[in-house]
């Protein structure tokens, strides 16, 4: 692996070949087919039709960052006057890039796959980085032309491509979230920003004495009746903006995934409409990516510099939670761990004098 030396170190962390290299590999797809037992140059051209110098070259080149161990057969194992073939086996760090790994990251970095649309539009804002360090503000309009929500609404194959992602992370996060907390005491959860409503439905599904709110505006909310239908009886629809005055009275308020996009001051009244319409003693549950979570750091970091471009938001520690409730009236009362990589639930309760 390149981590031999500190030269080396900076000359593949700091070259563009690096990442454009990974995402080749993972585009053409070649962890699944050295796994599969094509393990020369040779073969790997021939299944992915690409020119056998050039794919050798790459493949050399994510060999140094550790995605395969490249081999050599012993010396005689060739015919004599032929140079022994290079062979190539899969790493555990090049395990990741099987299509069937549970990180679904091969997919993430697949240039042809047309699902990744939205992460291709955030690439520009991404290569703006330096621009919002100077500033501290997001830079996605200086990209495209609009700041990032109205530029979803100006291109719906990206809304589509970004409420589908919301949806995959969603349908990974309900089944662990429907465990971790205790839903049985709860009789009236408001969904915050809940998007289409597919977590809200799977949470009213698995829990049949439990009624909900969906907060979204109007546009979204238009969408969510079909995914609700099944659940409609117990379900109210309401168009509004999680920075007005919401649906008060509930006994539990979810936000996931929400906070992130927003800076500290925003987060904070949106905690703070949260404390004035729940019950007294009611909880608030943020589900986020933490930067302190000890799991996947990597990712939180990523996501962290994500929110700076796209949105002028950014991840926070658990600390950074309790500061923002203890702002509005709420306490962190406590928190659990998702195994989804870096995702915990924090619950807050709202001091009963207000």
Request: proline share 5%.
């Amino acid at each position: 692996m390149f981590r031999q030396d500190p030269l080396n170190t900076i000359l593949a962390l700091g070259s563009g070949f690096t990442p454009t290299a990974v995402r080749v590999t993972a585009t053409l797809r070649l962890p699944d087919l050295v796994d599969q037992g094509h393990r020369t140059v040779a073969a790997l051209a021939a299944e992915t039709g690409s020119d056998e110098q050039s794919l050798g070259r790459v493949l050399h080149y994510v060999s140094l960052l550790g995605l395969f161990e490249e081999t050599t057969p012993a010396d005689g194992a060739a015919d004599a006057g032929e140079q022994a073939e290079k062979q190539y086996e899969l790493t555990d760090v090049g395990r990741v890039l099987l299509s069937e790994h549970p990180s679904n990251l091969r997919r993430w970095l697949d240039y042809d796959d047309p699902s990744r649309a939205m992460e291709a539009r955030f690439e520009p804002a991404m290569g703006r980085l330096r621009d919002a360090v100077r500033t501290g503000l997001p830079v996605y309009e200086q990209a495209h032309g609009r700041p990032f929500w109205e530029d979803l609404e100006a291109h719906p194959d990206i809304e589509k491509s970004f409420n589908t992602g919301i949806a995959r992370i969603a349908n990974r996060l309900v089944p662990e979230l429907a465990r971790i907390h205790d839903w049985a005491s709860a009789g009236h959860v408001v969904d915050v920003g809940g998007g289409n409503g597919s977590l809200l439905l799977k949470l009213l599904t698995e829990h049949p004495g439990l009624r909900g709110t969906l907060l979204e505006l109007d546009s979204v909310i238009r969408e969510a009746k079909d995914t609700v239908a099944p659940v409609a009886d117990r379900c109210e629809l309401v168009a509004g903006s999680f920075f007005d005055p919401m649906p008060a009275g509930a006994d539990t308020y979810l936000i996931a995934n929400t906070l992130h996009n927003w800076s500290d001051r925003d987060a904070a009244r949106i905690l703070g409409r949260c404390a004035e319409a729940v019950v007294p003693g009611g909880k608030v549950l943020v589900v986020e990516r933490l930067l302190d979570s000890g799991k996947d750091p990597v990712m939180a970091s990523y996501a962290d510099l994500l929110m700076l471009v796209l949105l002028g938001g950014r991840e926070r520690s658990m600390a950074d939670l309790r500061g923002l409730g203890a702002g509005v009236g709420l306490t962190l009362t406590g928190s659990k761990r998702f195994e989804l990589p870096g995702h915990w639930l924090v619950e807050f309760t709202r001091e009963e004098a207000r």
